[in-house]
T-cell receptor, first 114, second 116 residues
């Protein structure tokens, strides 16, 4: 079956530090990959996505590249801000073309200190 | 353009009562998904519905849980005879009519169910 593994948190960084949150996946087909962000008390917001190998998703300074050879989709940002503090979820969708539910990782809690 | 709407945002029930959670998808979206988030856990897929049809309920508990998405009105997730272990955040997501694995699912703010 499908699964997503992401690094355990919490991850605590200082403002302007470089961020990497690792995400690896297992899928039977050719999945689409997503990063969602959840701020305290809110629902999930799509941060970025990639739908095929070697695609790079980017948004708000965050980037992630779909690496089929390493089955990874690591999230990176060059200089984090306090406002980036949130829980980040890596997810995949793999249905051979039809729609189905997303498979999520457990989430990584990111804390940015001023 | 309103996003995905869920209500109530917070719901408190005593053991044995029924919980009804409602979800109105984004305008123009005809696919609805329900997920459950337990404390300190990621989201787990429960069920995928289109109008008047359950497409995939592989993540739904076999007993006490049911979902519907009628021709008119919101999607409903119904939990009968709630137990403490049902306490969680329940999120609804929607996607457009031609939904495939590349399409984004848009999430609502969630309903936080507490069972006393």
């Amino acid at each position: 079956g499908n699964s997503v593994t992401q690094m355990e948190g919490p991850v605590t960084l200082s403002e302007e530090a470089f961020l990497t949150i690792n995400c690896t996946y297992t899928a039977t087909g050719y999945p689409s990959l997503f990063w969602y962000v959840q701020y305290p008390g809110e629902g999930l917001q799509l941060l970025l996505k990639a739908t095929k190998a070697d695609d790079k998703g980017s948004n708000k300074g965050f980037e992630a590249t779909y690496r089929k050879e390493t089955t990874s989709f690591h999230l990176e940002k060059g200089s984090v801000q306090v406002s980036d503090s949130a829980v980040y979820f890596c997810a995949l969708s793999d249905s051979g073309g039809g729609a189905d539910g997303l498979t999520f990782g457990k989430g990584t809690h990111l804390i940015i200190q001023p | 353009n309103a996003g995905v709407m869920q209500n109530p945002r917070h719901l408190v029930r005593r053991r044995g009562q029924e919980a009804r959670l409602r979800c109105s998808p984004m305008k123009g979206h005809s696919h609805v998904y329900w997920y459950r988030q337990l404390p300190e856990e990621g989201l787990k897929f429960m069920v995928y519905l289109q109008k008047e049809n359950i497409i995939d309920e592989s993540g739904m508990p076999k007993e006490r849980f049911s979902a519907e998405f009628p021709k008119e009105g919101p999607s409903i997730l119904r939990i009968q005879q709630v137990v403490r272990g049902d306490s969680a955040a329940y999120f609804c997501a929607s996607s457009p009519p031609r939904a495939g694995s590349t399409d984004t699912q848009y999430f609502g703010p969630g309903t936080r169910l507490t069972v006393l």
